[in-house]
Every structure is written in C-alpha cells, then in structure tokens.
C-alpha cells in the first residue's frame, strides 16, 4: 500500500480577510483609540487633583502654623510663670524667717517675671531687723542685689513697726 501523496505549498494562496475582516479590524483600532483618550484624561484628571490637594496641604499647614504662632503667644506668659523658681523662692523666704526668729513677716510677693525680679512688703520690729532681713536675703543663692526700697515708721499702731519694701533680682541655678 502506498500512501496518497502530500501536497504542501509553502507560498500558499493570497487569501483575503474579506469585509468582514476589515470591520472587524476597524471596530478593534476605534476601540483602542477611545481606550488610550480616556486613560490620558484620566491621567490628566489625576494630575490635576494631586495638584489641588499639595495646594489645600500647604495652605492648611500655613493655617495650622499661624494657629500653632497663636497658641504659643497666648502661653507664653503661662511659661513664664511657669518658669518662676517658686518653690525655692518661698522656700528661701521661710528659712530667712525662721533664722530671724519671727522679727520680720513677709507681707506681700510680687514678681515680675518679665524682668526677673521680686518685690517684698514686710514689717519689723525696727529698722535694725529691717536691715538684717536685708544681709540675710544677700546670702541667698536664688536672690542677688536685695535693697531696701523704702521704710516707714508704722505710728498708729502701738508697736510702731517698721513697714519697709525690698527688690531683689531672683536667678535658678540648676
């Protein structure tokens, strides 16, 4: 038995895809068009939005810093208050009077931060006790320069104390 013989043509026939094929081929081009228009406008669009919101992040981070300025202004007396080495001015002010034996009371405290000093308004027995208060309150480490800013004979009460008034500049050695 011979087998039927095969035929192969490698050049082939030209075979058209008809106007079928060439519809087919057109509707494919149109749809990739529309695809690749409405990825660029998406593209475009996205652009644009990141755009506006780098803009509204930078106004709202202007906005939280003039805030931010604000809130830091309104505190800074706060701070400074804050910052009034309290404890060992009082502190300092008790032992100096327990030292003087009760001759001087401390009337008033008045500070003033701004500039770093205190004001006192106390009574004494007399002058002479007046001034020891004074040299005590020089030996302290958290006053320097206390003077004596004025004095007066108290005639109405029967004692007759001294009402005298002393500033001295306070420092917080750390």
Do not use: C, Y
């Given at each position: ?64 810093s003039e805030a931010v300025d604000a809130a830091v ?102």
């Amino acid at each position: 038995m011979i087998p039927p013989r095969l035929q192969l043509d490698f050049a082939g026939h030209a075979r058209s895809g008809g106007t079928l094929g060439a519809i087919l081929l057109l509707v494919g081009a149109l749809g990739l068009t529309v695809v690749i228009l409405q990825v660029h406008a998406l593209r475009t669009e996205r652009q644009g939005l990141e755009l506006h919101l780098a803009a509204r992040e930078r106004g709202a981070g202007r906005a939280r810093s003039e805030a931010v300025d604000a809130a830091v202004q309104a505190a800074r007396p706060t701070l400074v208050q804050l910052a009034t080495p309290w404890t060992r001015l009082l502190m300092e002010l008790e032992r100096i009077g327990k030292d003087q034996a009760g001759d001087v009371a401390v009337l008033t405290v008045e500070p003033d931060p701004a500039k770093h000093r205190i004001k006192l308004a106390a009574e004494s027995r007399d002058l002479a006790r007046a001034l020891a208060f004074v040299e005590r309150l020089r030996s302290t480490h958290i006053l320097r320069n206390p003077m004596l800013d004025s004095h007066e004979l108290k005639h109405d009460d029967p004692q007759h104390p001294v009402h005298f008034e002393l500033s001295a500049e306070w420092s917080d050695p750390t």
